[in-house]
């Protein structure tokens, strides 16, 4: 195939037989999120470029290098999201809806572009479901969003196989401080930091903590600890989302090296782990950001979220074989009508049916043929039960109905009983 008819590297088709698997995960998430209170925003894919070099930061991986950026017609900057935290703080603030503290609990879903090498579990067009709350400061709501990730978790049967993270950044007053010591200690060891570490030094020297370079993390166990640099404030914060989790009963690890990749965090930072997907381990990150609103030109306002990648956690779900019997069966019910006459007549009964039964899958056989390849289709088709119409039935205006999975012979039912039928042999979801 030539090459301009293929997709772009790094992103995927989802095809027909995975979208049930995606569509069931999303559904799940949406369903979580109404109940408790969140509300769906839902933003441009393009934005100037500008507001994520503000927002995420100049000297972060995805500005430096991941982004896909382009001039559009008239000559402005655009880029392709690469997060969706910039794009909801600059909604939030265009249409006026955080002003005197007002309380915004948001989500969105939706692809996110990165100029990523793209490998199991990491691609250039991926999919993120992301919430946002702003002008709640409390740890109470830091919980309430890893509470409800735990519950996800345990709907999904995937609680077992992940992990959750946690570390606290500290007020900018006290992470620059912290900053300044750790600085003044690696500059001490310099000449045994990997190449990527002594820029980071320069330029971003937190990111030095998550380096996966065996010689930097040695000369890392004796550097000053961020914990011993937290303002008081930042430590009751801390305190006070560990007391809560303890309180569900929701595990974690502390990891004072998790800092997260880009600038605009603060206190609160959390990652779920799993080791069931090789390299690309984390399912879903974030934390809290309260300086964010202000540096984008908005007031002072506290904000906290989070994202999770789907590609990753539909991965885990097939990996750990936690799909629910009920997605791979999409047709419950399949019409076979043999004739002109039988055809209308089976046209007419199932709009019948589904009138009176709006969640049954109905599908009505379609391209005619013979008997033996309409049946063909209705048993490929998934179907529990077949419906047939030919001329005995026409003439006694009554439709077969024939079971496809397992014992049972084919029965007669009257066209204004069908639905009635249905009704208490196929399971509804
Ligand atoms: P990583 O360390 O894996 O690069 P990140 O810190 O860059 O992740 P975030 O910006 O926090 O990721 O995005 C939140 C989530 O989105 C990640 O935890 C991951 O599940 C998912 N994600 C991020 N980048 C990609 C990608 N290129 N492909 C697929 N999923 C991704
Ligand atoms: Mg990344």
């Known amino acids: 195939m030539s ?25 799940t998430v949406a369903r979580l999120l109404d109940n408790y209170g969140y509300k769906q925003i839902r933003m441009p894919i393009v934005e100037f470029t500008e507001l994520f070099k503000r927002s995420i930061g100049e000297v972060t991986d995805i500005v430096e290098k991941e982004m896909y950026t382009f001039e559009d017609r008239n000559g402005d900057s655009l880029t392709l999201r690469p997060e969706g935290t910039a794009a909801c703080v600059r909604a939030v603030l265009e249409h006026g809806i955080t002003g005197g503290g007002q309380v915004q609990k948001l989500w969105y879903i939706g692809p996110m572009f990165r100029h990523e090498r793209p490998q199991k579990g990491r691609y250039r067009q991926f999919h993120q479901i992301g919430l946002e709350v702003f002008n709640l400061d409390g740890p109470d709501i830091d919980a ?44 001490a060891h310099h000449d045994k930091l990997d190449e990527d570490s002594q820029r980071r030094l320069k330029t971003n020297p937190l ?42 009963g929701i595990p974690y690890v502390l990891n004072p090296k998790l800092v997260r990749g880009l600038d605009y965090y603060s206190k609160t930072v959390f990652e779920w782990v799993t080791d069931k997907l090789g390299a690309q381990g984390t399912v879903c990150a974030g934390g809290r950001y309260d300086g964010l609103v202000e540096q984008m030109g908005g007031k002072p306002t506290a904000g906290v979220g989070f994202a999770m990648g789907i590609e990753r956690l539909v991965l885990m779900l097939e990996t750990l074989e936690q799909i629910p019997e009920e997605i791979s069966r999409q047709v419950d019910v399949y019409l076979c009508a043999f004739g002109e006459q039988a055809e209308l007549a089976g046209l007419a009964l199932a709009e019948r049916v589904r009138d009176q039964l709006p969640n049954l899958r109905l599908q009505v056989n379609a391209g005619a043929g013979s008997f033996k390849s309409q049946f063909k289709k209705a048993d490929k088709s998934g179907a529990l039960h077949a419906l047939i119409l030919g001329d ?18 084919q029965q007669s039912i009257a066209w204004d009983a069908l639905a009635a039928h249905l009704a208490t042999c196929v399971v509804q979801g």
Do not use: C
């Not at 309430?144 to 900018?172: F, P, Q, Y």
């Open 3 to 27: 090459k301009s008819l293929q997709a772009i590297r790094g992103m995927n088709d989802i095809l027909p037989e995975q979208t049930p698997l995606w569509r069931y995960f999303e559904g």
């Open 144 to 187: 309430e969003l890893i509470i409800m990730t735990w519950r996800l978790w345990g709907e999904l049967g995937i609680r077992d196989a992940v992990k959750l993270e946690l570390n606290s950044l500290g007020t900018s007053e006290s992470r620059g401080r912290y900053r300044e010591a750790l600085v003044e200690y690696l500059s």
């Open 207 to 248: 990111r030095v903590l998550d380096t996966k370079n065996a010689d930097t993390q040695a000369v890392l166990v004796d550097a000053p600890k961020m914990a011993d640099y937290l303002d008081d404030e930042s430590r009751a914060h801390f305190e006070g989302l560990k007391a809560r989790l303890d309180a569900v």
């Open 392 to 409: 005995d039935e026409m003439a006694q205006q009554v439709v077969g109905f024939k079971p496809l999975r397992g014992q049972g012979e």
